[in-house]
């Protein structure tokens, strides 16, 4: 026999079986016959139900006595039984008791018993059965919410977001063409944010021709237009009576909400919502020769004020300086005329705040000087400034002077011209032109970089009027731009002149005045300034415009182009990217054949990203005037169809000299851009 589990089969014990009734066999073999939850004996009455459970209940006890009896029986009769026969016998009473003591829990708890039927109780036990559910329910909730929201928040920032910087790094990229070229003189450009969308938009002046087959100086139409950075349309445009010389921005008026743009042409200065373009105020003046300087508030209407340079109605005296209240435009007293010893370029003019907090202003024809911002509006007005900051003067700088009576202070005066003086803080230049008093405050402060005799570079200490150091260098054409090639915290200059029809670019260290990078390539013939633009590695990448390298071969050769060639063949332009992290490799962003005449460079912060625009002259077949042509370009957008361009291999031991492709690339594109405060 192999087990006494209830509902087996037996021969042995058949003969015994006979005598028990059909319903102790109903009891015994119940799983085989089906009888369960739900089977065919149905659910009849309770008392029938509770009668038959009784008698089963008897027989199913009586059918276990006599199975031990037959089991001792069998064990005498077969004492060779096998141990593991004996041990599937236990298993099987195992398994056939733990049955049977399932069904029992059943019947205790009122559910169905094993004959079906519904058992006692179930109106007791359901809400608790409710409650279980609704508790793992609640579990399942509070761990499946958190969950989705996780995974859709993964797979917003994986795919929507990148999808979105990618869409707007297109719509960053578009070209217009705006007006006729007038030569290779640059027009007035600017940069500001006026709608609101935390991209700086970009303001034009553009001159058009009228559709006279003989354009004459009457047919012509000037305006200045305002560019939405982000698509390239016209936000407005406003016609002028002359050329706009400059567009400066960032004036804030106490009655004004919006940004103010200030539109200067050569006799006039026009001050407009920078969002609609509509008329705040104007000031008639003649013969403006410069930007304008934004001013301490010297009136006390909490609305800083303006300083320009005119030509003087005394045609003996050189240069006069004009104040203009930034409230309302009206001219603060008289111009003040300036009779300059110097000839040559006009310098500044540029505010300076001292140490001790005494305001200068620096100009000059050739040379450099500086008065104090109290005698100018003394002699303007012919009273005081109100405020007592703006009455003070710096005992060390009034010491300079060459005699008490002399109201100039020399910075520089020289034999050889001055040809560029700006303030060595980075980001200056790039035709920002703002005037908001964040962006002026680190250029008041700083100390100057000079350009004199047209090749050599100075740094001026303005603590006390000297020379930090002086490099020597062929002739400078292009103002330096100051920025972070090594990582000594100190501004380096980026310099580039051309001679024998090859450009030579240079980097010089803004510590000491040494040279720290240089190159040549084949002159692009176009004076445009570099502009260095500050990255997410700590230094700055240069952007610049050149045509080939020339490469210096082995044997100290350097190969050029023919000037026949280069006279046959278009001269093609190509826009170049250097980074201090590989300085024998340039990315070659873009290449052109159109006359590049201005640019500047603004900062997405959110996007970590920066704009290149460029104002370009665009020859035609025919004898028409050329297209003047406006481009933004998304420089992480333009640096991923960037090509690597090899200088030349390193000299130096233990240096790599060919770092890999991939290496580069992959640098270049996790390469980030961000305004430099």
């Excluded at 069998?74 to 004996?86: G, N, Y």
């Excluded at 909400?257 to 026009?270: F, N, Q, T």
């Excluded at 909490?302 to 930034?326: F, H, K, M, N, R």
């Excluded at 620096?362 to 104090?372: K, P």
């Amino acid at each position: 026999k192999k087990g006494s589990e209830l509902g087996e089969y037996d021969p042995l014990t058949q003969a015994d079986s006979e005598d028990e009734s059909e319903e102790d066999d109903l009891v015994l073999n119940y799983p085989r016959n089906g009888l369960g939850r739900d089977s065919c004996l149905g659910t009849g009455s309770s008392k029938l139900r509770g009668g038959r459970s009784g008698r089963l209940v008897g027989a199913e006890d009586e059918a276990q006595e006599d199975e031990e009896e037959e089991e001792d029986e069998w064990r005498e009769r077969l004492p060779s039984k096998s141990r593991q026969d004996r041990d599937d016998m236990k298993g099987t009473q195992y398994w056939s008791h733990r049955d049977s003591g399932r069904d029992r829990d059943r019947e205790d708890r009122g559910g169905p018993g094993p004959i079906g039927g519904a058992g006692l109780g179930v109106h007791s036990t359901d809400p608790e059965e409710k409650k279980m559910r609704m508790k793992n329910a609640v579990r399942s909730a509070f761990f499946l919410v958190p969950l989705v929201c996780a995974t859709l928040l993964v797979l917003l920032c994986a795919f929507l977001i990148p999808c979105q910087k990618e869409e707007l790094e297109k719509r960053l990229q578009w070209e217009r063409a705006l007006g006729d070229a007038g030569g290779v003189t640059p027009p007035a450009l600017a940069l500001w944010d006026v709608d609101g969308d935390s991209v700086e938009d970009v303001f034009l002046g553009v001159t058009e021709w009228t559709n006279d087959s003989h354009p004459t100086q009457g047919n012509k139409i000037y305006s200045a237009v305002a560019l939405s950075a982000v698509s390239g349309q016209v936000l407005w445009r406003k016609v002028m009576r002359e050329s706009v010389m400059y567009i400066q921005c960032g004036l804030q008026l106490s009655t004004q909400p919006s940004p103010v743009v200030l539109l200067i042409g050569k006799s006039i200065i026009m001050a407009v919502n920078g969002t609609t373009g509509k008329n705040l105020w104007s000031a008639l003046l003649k013969n403006i020769e410069s930007q304008v300087v934004l001013l301490p508030d010297l009136q006390g209407d909490s609305v800083p004020d303006l300083l320009i340079a005119t030509l003087p109605a005394d045609e003996a005296l050189d240069l006069s300086l004009t104040l203009v209240s930034g409230l309302t435009g009206a001219k603060l007293g008289q111009p003040v005329p300036f009779n300059l010893t110097g000839q040559g370029k006009l310098i500044g003019p540029l505010l300076h705040e001292t140490q001790q907090g005494a305001y200068y202003i620096l100009f000059g024809l050739g040379n450099v000087e500086a008065i104090s911002l109290r005698d100018i509006y003394f002699r303007a007005t012919g009273k005081m400034p109100i405020t007592q900051a703006l009455r003070r003067k710096d005992s060390g700088w009034e010491a300079l002077k060459k005699t008490n009576s002399s109201s100039f202070i020399h910075i520089y005066r020289g034999s050889e011209r001055v040809e560029f003086l700006l303030p060595l803080v980075a980001g200056f230049g790039n035709n920002h032109n703002s005037l908001d008093t964040v962006s002026n405050l680190n250029s008041t402060k700083s100390d100057w970089v000079l350009v004199y005799g047209s090749s050599k570079l100075s740094v001026l200490r303005q603590r006390d009027i000297r020379k930090e150091w002086t490099f020597n260098s062929a002739p400078i054409h292009s103002q330096p731009a100051p920025g972070h090639f090594n990582d000594d915290g100190v501004l380096d200059l980026f310099i580039q002149h051309s001679a024998n029809g090859i450009m030579q670019a240079q980097v010089v260290d803004g510590a000491n005045g040494h040279l720290l990078w240089t190159a040549e390539f084949v002159c692009p013939r176009l004076v445009l300034e570099t502009s260095a633009i500050f990255t997410s590695t700590g230094q700055s990448a240069f952007l610049f415009w050149a045509s080939e390298p020339i490469k210096v071969q082995k044997n100290v050769t350097k190969t050029t182009v023919a000037p026949g060639v280069a006279a046959a063949e278009p001269l093609i332009r190509k826009l170049f990217l250097l980074h201090p992290a590989y300085p024998t490799i340039l990315l070659e962003l873009a290449s052109t054949t159109d006359t590049t005449v201005t640019s500047a460079v603004s900062y997405q912060e959110r996007q970590k990203d920066a704009t290149y625009i460029t104002v370009s002259s665009r020859p035609t077949t025919d004898s028409e005037p050329g297209a003047r042509i406006v481009k933004s370009m998304s420089l992480r957008a333009a640096i991923t169809k960037g090509q690597i361009v090899r200088l030349g291999e390193s000299n130096k031991a233990g240096e790599p000299s060919k770092p890999a492709a991939f290496e580069v690339n992959k640098f270049f594109r996790r390469l980030s851009f961000k305004h430099q405060v």
